[in-house]
């Protein structure tokens, strides 16, 4: 039974800092890539950033410079800091594979920017 598990956000003033995690179960997680996504409310969601199983990440040019991905194969689990927060960066945030192959979302975490 494949599970993402998302944890870390909360209510932050800009320019501030958290860090997310996503604890995956019930998939093969060393062979995927993986990516954390983001869904504002009204909008569409969209990939932030990805990691391939060797490590090499990606990043949407809206978050470079201030977020980073990192896993870690032996936990199954992938990470997102996320430093100098902007109040667009207010949304749910979602771990899942890249590109999305499981059929299934996990229930995210909300991460909320104050200005």
């Known amino acids: 039974q494949v599970q993402l598990v998302e944890s870390g956000g909360g209510l932050v003033q800009g320019g501030g800092s958290l860090r997310l995690s996503c604890a995956a179960s019930?998939?093969?997680?060393?062979?995927?890539?993986m990516g954390w996504y983001r869904q504002a409310p009204g909008k569409q969601r969209e990939l932030a950033a990805s990691?391939?199983?060797?490590?090499?990440?990606n990043y949407a040019d809206s978050v470079k410079g201030r977020f980073t991905i990192s896993r870690d194969n032996a936990k199954n689990t992938v990470y997102l800091q996320m430093n100098s927060l902007k109040p667009e960066d207010t949304a749910a945030y979602y771990c899942?594979?890249?590109?999305?192959?499981?059929?299934?979302w996990g229930q995210g975490t909300q991460v909320t920017v104050s200005s």
């Open positions: 019930g998939i093969f997680f060393n062979i995927y890539t």
């Open positions: 899942n594979t890249y590109p999305t192959s499981l059929g299934y």
């Open positions: 990691i391939t199983r060797g490590g090499i990440t």
